[in-house]
């Protein structure tokens, strides 16, 4: 199985934390986990393919923004709230507040 790589809590960059969160479907992504904890990524509500999905899940693992963890063949994405936290106190925060605020509607992604 292919080992997926996920960055130390040190290499996590601010900026590419903010182009990860930049984009309306990997927002919706990043409030569903929030809400519902972890989630495999055929609950995502979102309405794209497969393919672009999974690549909307490894550009925030790739940032620092969620941990994937396998379990055989499902792929289930947890946020890194302690480690982005710890790295840039309150971002995920009013992140996820905006998200709220703005009612990111799954039907209109």
Not at 6 to 19: F, G, Q
Not at 50 to 65: D, I
Not at 79 to 99: I, Q, T, Y
Request: hydrophobic share 40%; with cysteine; proline share 4%.
């Amino acid at each position: 199985m292919k080992i997926l790589h996920h960055p130390a809590r040190n290499d996590i960059m601010l900026s590419t934390v903010l182009h990860a969160l930049s984009d309306p479907i990997r927002l919706q992504i990043v409030s569903q986990i929030h809400k519902h904890g972890e989630q495999a990524c055929k609950n995502f509500e979102v309405s794209i393919a497969k393919s672009t999905l999974s690549q909307h899940a490894r550009t925030l693992r790739e940032a620092g923004v969620t941990r994937t963890r396998a379990v055989g063949t499902q792929r289930l994405l947890s946020l890194r709230s302690e480690d982005l936290n710890e790295r840039f106190p309150g971002l995920l925060d009013a992140v996820l507040r905006s998200c709220e605020q703005e009612n990111l509607d799954p039907a209109s992604l």
